[in-house]
């Protein structure tokens, strides 16, 4: 009788051959359906970080995996050699909601924060007319988050982002966040753009202002800047608006997204204004997997859900009464929650001490949420969550704080 061979658990293979590049929660996730997601044991959790606002549908939304999957038998990639409808189709829906402009597929955030930094160099050459390193420089804020790469990774002061790997990308200062002033006061012969977060997400939920944004987009017009919005978390409908520049009425000259935007598909894009439209050219960048029938099926079907079920009206009408639940644990548990602040669906609890013990609490009492900044846990509920898996969450918040 041969003996039974015992298969390794995915903790144990991750163990062994997985780069340790991650702190991963204790947890292997195996099952996806709405807001709830199931671990290996059979144990369900209400799913609070959505992929850090990627599966903006929750998991495995019907029309969307039927999308995905007739997609797949038809026609998977192509390359950006030729067209495709999907691509086509997908840029004018984007048009449609940003304004007229043209689109930029490629396939990550930080891809597509690298392509707003690129336009700002492009912005740069053409108002030096035409001398490169004259003016290439970008305004960016502090505490910000754009990415990994050596680009965006630059753009985002954070010694715990940029430690071990210096000499950065030269051309990158740093404002205060919802300081005009401050941001005036970098401005000079050599700066091409400005660089924001509507609402820092990676660096404890932090919104810019309205008339912060509006000081901004003047400031852009004075100098002849580019305003660059990175809604990488924000846009795709995360705050109940499709883009969060649209609470502000300001009018910027690129966006990068992704995200939200494939709804669990790895896809980005760059929206560009028509003043700024004809910076790139054929050769001046590009990409493999940007923009494929794939990945624009699902973004496409990420878009016809939202529109077919108004889910930016559905999170503009939840969010009052669940922010103000949650509220209500500042008053009640002063020690623990110092305060409660975001925009839409992208929230954040300030904590008073470390987030660990929290964050475990919660995942026991089965709510997924993801750390942020500093002691700040970020929920980040799917944009179709009910009113009742938003108040189960305040509910398991309440218990988890011992009431």
Same mark, same amino acid.
């Given at each position: 009788?041969?003996?039974?061979?015992?298969?390794?658990?995915?903790?144990?293979?991750?163990?062994?051959?997985?780069?340790?590049?991650?702190?991963?929660?204790?947890?292997?996730?195996?099952?996806?359906?709405?807001?709830?997601?199931?671990?290996?044991?059979?144990?369900? %959790?209400?799913?609070?970080?959505?992929?850090?606002?990627?599966?903006?549908?929750?998991?495995?939304?019907?029309?969307?995996?039927?999308?995905?999957?007739?997609?797949?038998?038809?026609?998977?990639?192509?390359?950006?050699?030729?067209?495709?409808?999907?691509?086509?189709?997908?840029?004018?829906?984007?048009? @449609?909601? !940003?304004?007229?402009?043209?689109?930029?597929?490629?396939?990550?955030?930080?891809?597509?924060?690298?392509?707003?930094?690129?336009?700002?160099?492009?912005?740069?050459?053409?108002?030096?007319?035409?001398?490169?390193?004259?003016? %290439?420089?970008?305004?960016?804020?502090? /505490?910000?988050?754009?990415?990994?790469?050596?680009?965006?990774? /630059?753009?985002?002061?954070?010694?715990?982002?940029?430690?071990?790997?210096?000499?950065?990308?030269?051309?990158?200062?740093?404002?205060?966040?919802?300081?005009?002033?401050?941001?005036?006061?970098?401005?000079? +012969?050599?700066?091409?753009?400005?660089?924001?977060?509507?609402?820092?997400?990676?660096?404890?939920?932090?919104?810019?202002?309205?008339?912060?944004?509006?000081?901004?987009?003047?400031?852009?017009?004075?100098?002849?800047?580019?305003?660059?919005?990175?809604?990488?978390?924000?846009?795709?409908?995360?705050?109940?608006?499709?883009?969060?520049?649209?609470?502000?009425?300001?009018?910027? +000259?690129?966006?990068?997204?992704?995200?939200?935007?494939?709804?669990?598909?790895?896809?980005?894009?760059?929206?560009?204004?028509?003043?700024?439209? +004809?910076?790139?050219?054929?050769?001046?960048?590009?990409?493999?997997?940007?923009?494929?029938?794939?990945?624009?099926?699902?973004?496409?079907?990420?878009?016809?859900?939202?529109?077919?079920?108004?889910?930016?009206?559905?999170?503009?009408?939840?969010?009052?009464?669940?922010?103000?639940?949650?509220?209500?644990?500042?008053?009640?548990?002063?020690?623990?929650?110092?305060?409660?602040?975001?925009?839409? %669906?992208?929230?954040?609890?300030?904590?008073?001490? +470390?987030?660990?013990?929290?964050? @475990? !609490?919660?995942?026991?009492?089965?709510?997924?949420?993801?750390?942020?900044?500093?002691?700040?846990?970020?929920?980040?509920?799917?944009?179709?969550?009910?009113?009742?898996?938003?108040?189960?969450?305040?509910?398991?918040?309440?218990?988890?704080?011992?009431?």
């Amino acid at each position: 009788m041969q003996p039974t061979l015992t298969r390794p658990s995915a903790a144990d293979l991750y163990d062994a051959h997985v780069l340790k590049n991650y702190p991963r929660q204790p947890l292997t996730l195996v099952r996806g359906e709405g807001a709830r997601v199931w671990d290996d044991s059979g144990k369900s %959790y209400l799913d609070f970080t959505s992929g850090i606002a990627v599966s903006a549908l929750g998991h495995c939304h019907p029309h969307w995996v039927a999308a995905v999957q007739r997609q797949a038998g038809e026609l998977i990639h192509t390359s950006n050699l030729f067209r495709h409808p999907n691509q086509a189709e997908l840029a004018r829906r984007l048009v @449609a909601l !940003a304004g007229p402009g043209r689109v930029f597929f490629c396939n990550s955030g930080a891809e597509a924060n690298e392509a707003l930094i690129k336009l700002a160099r492009l912005h740069g050459v053409k108002k030096a007319g035409g001398e490169e390193g004259k003016c %290439y420089k970008v305004i960016a804020a502090q /505490s910000a988050f754009h990415g990994r790469t050596f680009g965006a990774m /630059s753009a985002t002061p954070q010694e715990k982002i940029q430690h071990n790997f210096r000499p950065l990308v030269p051309g990158f200062s740093f404002g205060e966040l919802n300081n005009l002033q401050s941001f005036a006061d970098l401005v000079d +012969d050599a700066t091409a753009a400005i660089l924001v977060e509507p609402v820092q997400g990676e660096s404890g939920v932090n919104p810019c202002t309205p008339e912060f944004l509006r000081g901004l987009r003047a400031l852009c017009t004075k100098h002849n800047l580019l305003l660059l919005l990175d809604e990488v978390q924000t846009g795709v409908g995360r705050t109940g608006k499709f883009f969060a520049f649209e609470h502000t009425g300001v009018q910027p +000259d690129a966006v990068g997204l992704a995200k939200g935007l494939g709804g669990g598909f790895p896809i980005g894009a760059m929206w560009v204004r028509e003043n700024a439209a +004809d910076l790139f050219h054929p050769g001046s960048h590009g990409t493999t997997f940007g923009g494929t029938p794939l990945g624009c099926a699902a973004a496409l079907a990420v878009l016809d859900v939202i529109e077919r079920e108004r889910l930016l009206e559905k999170v503009s009408a939840q969010i009052g009464p669940w922010l103000a639940a949650l509220q209500t644990l500042v008053a009640d548990f002063p020690a623990k929650v110092a305060g409660v602040r975001g925009l839409g %669906y992208l929230v954040g609890v300030q904590m008073t001490g +470390d987030l660990a013990p929290i964050i @475990a !609490a919660l995942r026991e009492r089965g709510l997924l949420t993801a750390g942020s900044g500093n002691n700040v846990i970020r929920l980040l509920p799917p944009l179709n969550a009910t009113a009742e898996e938003l108040a189960q969450s305040v509910a398991i918040f309440r218990a988890s704080l011992g009431g």
